[in-house]
């Protein structure tokens, strides 16, 4: 019995964990449960605290130490583009740029966070999602991203800077990434804000489901 003592202290001594967050993902589920209201820097310190308080509640016999937060997202896109009707478009004026560029920038000296940026580029029109009755809608598409993540699992995992890893998503692209830190010992969580529409694949691959 105390050498089981002993081995639990020092596991709970040396268990470090890192959040990656998908910003995209997190934008969202953050929105539909505060009736749409967007993220905030004053948003960050109770979402890790709780988020902290739930891995404690799915695994009290180990005392885990957050290590730091990675957020991925996407730099806003700020060009000028025409859309189909000759009107001239600048994203750079738009509210949504100005509030993801402050969002970033105030991420940017969040304690212990690290802010990793992809890019978005701009394929074009598309239909509206809101009907053929509405303007064409602008087609984005994420770049980077998904490998930023990915490339930070691997690296952590390999070289164990971390014992624990937070996977904040509900996209099943991470599942490889997932396997591989699994494979190197770490014990991955999942947290879905929430989100039930999930893949099976991606909860199979995960130790804790939060």
């Known amino acids: 019995m105390q050498v089981a003592a002993v081995f639990l202290s020092r596991e709970k001594m040396k268990s470090k964990i890192a959040v990656l ?11 539909v449960l505060n009736k749409g209201a967007p993220p905030g820097i004053k948003d960050m310190h109770p979402f890790l605290e709780d988020l902290m308080r739930r891995i ?11 290590f730091r937060t990675f957020y991925y997202d996407c730099r806003p896109y700020g060009h000028t583009v025409t859309d189909p009707s000759g009107k001239k478009i600048n994203y750079s004026n ?14 940017r000296v969040f304690p212990r966070l690290a802010l990793r940026l992809g890019d978005l580029s701009f394929d074009g029109w598309k239909l509206s ?17 998904d490998m930023k993540i990915g490339l930070d699992i691997a690296w952590m995992s390999s070289n164990r800077t971390i014992d624990q890893i937070v996977l904040v998503t509900g996209d099943s692209d ?4 997932m396997k591989f830190a699994r494979r190197e010992g770490i014990l991955v969580y999942l947290y879905t804000m929430g989100e039930k529409r999930i893949k099976l694949q991606l909860k199979e691959h995960c130790d804790i489901l939060l």
């Open 94 to 107: 738009t509210p949504l740029f100005k509030a993801v560029t402050q969002f970033h920038n105030d991420l």
């Open 129 to 145: 999602p809101f009907g053929t009755d509405k303007p064409p809608a602008p087609d984005f598409k994420q770049k980077s991203v």
């Open 174 to 177: 991470f599942i490889s990434p």
């Open 21 to 31: 967050i998908d910003g995209g993902f997190f934008v969202h589920r953050f929105k």
């Open 56 to 66: 404690h509640e799915a695994n009290s016999h180990t005392s885990s130490t957050l």
